[in-house]
DNA sequence: CGGAATCTTGAAAGTGTTCAAATCAAGTGG
DNA sequence: CCACTTGATTTGAACACTTTCAAGATTCCG
């Protein structure tokens, strides 16, 4: 909970005894390597704040193949928005790459957390605008770069996913095939 | 101012008066067909609504080829938002595809509008998480879809863009060249 | 140690781009 | 209202980037 608790407190004004309600809004999970937190077809109940660990969240395309649209670590959140909005049925599933500590909200309690405690409607209105922001980024990286570049730019951007995930996951967020990769990083054995 | 007002009360319970209050923060800018609300390079101090017309956001590549990142139509609010949070430089160009009206608010004034009305936290909670949401699934799309399925889809799912936009600018929107639309648009002459 | 999962290799096939030129449409000034 | 100029769309051939498939090499884990 001090991970939650400590991420609050970088984006709002918030007092101990506050921060205390509202962590017991939450309720903690573990998720071992390669366990669901939720499977495509699944009502969406949740959202989830990575605490430790790290998260990935996808979808299998008609061929069957799975492609990773997020990742998520430590002081991140993780969530199907829209199905979650609307406690509707998600496309994708959430999975953790390793083993996980979780911290999850369901609708209602996030609901009546937002209501008894409005700075939290300050909270979420910052981490919403930043996950937005992040997006337009990263839209303009899909349509400026090849994967080529992509794989490049996640390397110098994001070092730290190319130590904790596997390769064919990494082929899988950059949107090609973990063959190409192989083909990539053969041309830079520097 | 209508329309904003409007938009408003349709994600959160407001009275007529504060509701007036409100949206004097804005202020109300004319854009003519193919006229820059911003460029790149400058810095971002405004976030924009769009009461009348079409505005896209779009950035140059260094092939010097324009790529559309978004469109929006009435009632959408068009932004970079990472450039407008930090007031640092932007590197898209916000652009009239239609003489527009469009609502303005500056940073400083977004700060005090979110002060003086916290009923406006919600408001902007409400809409970020809506167009995280928006993305997540374009993100899915961009993901899921060969180039050409993407045009079917963006037919499907929002006709009245292909009334409104040239050709070149859907091509420009979806990622690919005219040439290539006009490729698939002879091959479904239907 | 053995089996499963991951990563690599190479050739053939596909998807989308580039470039250059032709056609079509639209707005402007005379 | 026509003629002209510019902007937008189409065509086709050659090319580039990425995938597919099938197989082999490597690593991880019980």
Same mark, same amino acid.
């Given at each position: 909970?001090?991970?939650? /608790?400590?991420?609050?407190?970088?984006?709002? !004004?918030?007092?101990?005894?506050?921060?205390?309600?509202?962590?017991?809004?939450?309720?903690? +999970?573990?998720? %071992?390597?390669?366990?669901? +937190?939720?499977?495509?077809?699944?009502?969406? *109940?949740?959202?989830?704040?990575?605490? *430790?660990?790290? +998260?990935?969240?996808?979808?299998?395309?008609?061929?069957? &193949?799975?492609?990773?649209?997020?990742?998520?670590?430590?002081?991140?959140? =993780?969530?199907?928005?829209? /199905?979650?909005?609307? @406690? %509707? @049925? @998600?496309? #994708?599933?959430?999975?953790?790459?390793?083993?996980?500590? &979780?911290?999850?909200?369901?609708?209602?309690?996030?609901?009546?957390? +937002?209501?008894?405690?409005? %700075?939290?409607? !300050?909270?979420?209105?910052?981490?919403?605008?930043?996950?937005?922001?992040? =997006?337009? =980024?990263? &839209? *303009? #990286?899909?349509?400026?770069?090849?994967?080529?570049?992509?794989?490049?730019? #996640?390397?110098?951007?994001?070092?730290?996913?190319?130590?904790?995930?596997?390769?064919?996951?990494?082929?899988?967020?950059?949107?090609? @095939?973990?063959?190409?990769?192989?083909? &990539?990083?053969?041309?830079?054995?520097?």
């Amino acid at each position: 909970m001090e991970v939650l /608790a400590h991420h609050i407190q970088k984006f709002i !004004q918030v007092s101990e005894e506050e921060l205390a309600e509202i962590v017991q809004y939450f309720k903690r +999970l573990h998720v %071992s390597k390669k366990k669901n +937190l939720i499977v495509e077809g699944e009502i969406c *109940k949740h959202i989830y704040f990575v605490s *430790k660990g790290l +998260l990935r969240k996808f979808f299998i395309n008609d061929k069957g &193949i799975e492609r990773t649209t997020e990742f998520a670590l430590e002081s991140w959140w =993780m969530m199907d928005v829209l /199905a979650f909005k609307h @406690t %509707s @049925t @998600t496309e #994708f599933h959430i999975q953790a790459v390793e083993d996980c500590e &979780i911290l999850a909200i369901t609708g209602e309690n996030y609901k009546l957390l +937002l209501k008894q405690h409005p %700075s939290m409607e !300050q909270y979420f209105r910052l981490i919403f605008e930043k996950a937005y922001g992040a =997006m337009q =980024m990263r &839209i *303009k #990286f899909l349509y400026d770069f090849s994967r080529e570049e992509l794989y490049h730019h #996640f390397r110098a951007q994001q070092p730290e996913f190319l130590q904790r995930v596997p390769q064919y996951l990494i082929a899988s967020y950059l949107g090609f @095939t973990p063959e190409y990769l192989s083909e &990539i990083r053969k041309k830079n054995i520097s």
